[in-house]
């Protein structure tokens, strides 16, 4: 009867162990791999592994182009889905066109980042690594790779996430690479039109007879700004607004008010507080009240590495109306 008791009690010691054991909790990172690799299962039939990091890389078209090395400048298209298919954001045009996110004010294109300065989440940085022009691959990336890898930052994403890309240029030298193009665009716009500062390109198209602008002087102004392929990214025009898909109803289209200083205190990145950036404060200096003239320049004297809704390292086209200046 003892012995019985006492096997009784071990089995019902081992029973409440197991069921512990099954009703613990698991964590939202065991939960969240269960997920992805019934994901695997189901989609993939089991035929992909994971990574160390448990980054899973599925391989669309392999390319023969410059390798992507430490601190490499890289042009991509990517876009990111959920694990159900839902398009989360992209930088494709035709994908936008085909999930009725289309937005012509929306930038589309080839998009610069770069690659070893926590600039990009773990699991892009990771599945961009040792890549090659004309790759085209999907990253599996779970949420435990979605911060950027030095202290104190957090997740970007609570679950697991795809990221399709495609590879278009590597850029080893972008100073260069921005110099080159703003020479191309010069020779094929502005019929070979030469710096006046290193990256920095400047012309009248209406001149006036009026005074020059001078540092202190309050201005009025009107201004459209571009990529070098185009795409218009901001204006104080209605009617450029409107052309361009930019018009927003709560926006005051009018003249911007600007107190020119010395450009090299230019500090800001749009016209907001008395700022703009030090290629349009280069410019009003140059100019006339009354004149219109276009300026085109690197980024250098743009928006460099902060990044905007075009990417970073940007050069920028400027056309500017200084508005005459009012009699006393």
Request: with cysteine.
């Amino acid at each position: 009867m003892k012995k019985f008791l006492k096997i009784s009690l071990v089995i019902s010691l081992s029973f409440m162990a197991f069921s512990c054991a099954v009703e613990r909790e698991e964590s939202a990172e065991e939960i969240e791999k269960r997920v992805i690799d019934s994901y695997i299962t189901v989609v993939h039939n089991d035929s992909l592994n994971p990574s160390a990091t448990g980054l899973f890389t599925i391989t669309k078209a392999k390319g023969s182009g410059d390798l992507i090395e430490d601190s490499s400048f890289v042009y991509v298209t990517y876009s990111t889905r959920d694990l159900k298919g839902n398009i989360l954001s992209t930088t494709d045009e035709e994908v936008a066109k085909r999930v009725g996110t289309y937005s012509v004010a929306n930038y589309y294109g080839p998009y610069l980042v770069q690659t070893s300065i926590y600039s990009l989440i773990r699991g892009v940085e990771e599945g961009l690594s040792r890549k090659r022009v004309g790759d085209e691959f999907s990253l599996i990336i779970p949420s435990w790779l979605s911060d950027y890898g030095y202290t104190g930052t957090n997740k970007t994403h609570t679950s697991p996430t795809i990221y399709d890309f495609k590879i278009h240029r590597v850029v080893k030298d972008i100073e260069q690479f921005q110099s080159d193009s703003l020479r191309s665009y010069s020779n094929k716009y502005f019929n070979g039109l030469d710096t006046t500062a290193n990256d920095y390109y400047f012309k009248i198209i209406e001149p006036t007879e009026g005074d020059s602008v001078k540092i202190g002087d309050l201005i009025e102004y009107y201004y459209v700004g571009k990529l070098l392929n185009g795409f218009v990214f901001d204006t104080n025009i209605e009617d450029t607004a409107r052309k361009y898909g930019l018009y927003n109803s709560t926006k005051q289209y009018a003249a911007a008010t600007y107190t020119v200083i010395d450009p090299e205190n230019t500090t800001g990145s749009d016209d907001s507080n008395n700022s703009v950036i030090k290629g349009v404060a280069d410019t009003f200096l140059k100019m006339k009240y009354g004149e219109r003239a276009v300026t085109f320049f690197s980024s250098e004297y743009g928006y460099g590495n902060q990044e905007q809704n075009f990417g970073i390292y940007q050069p920028l086209f400027f056309e500017i109306k200084v508005v005459e200046e009012k009699a006393d």
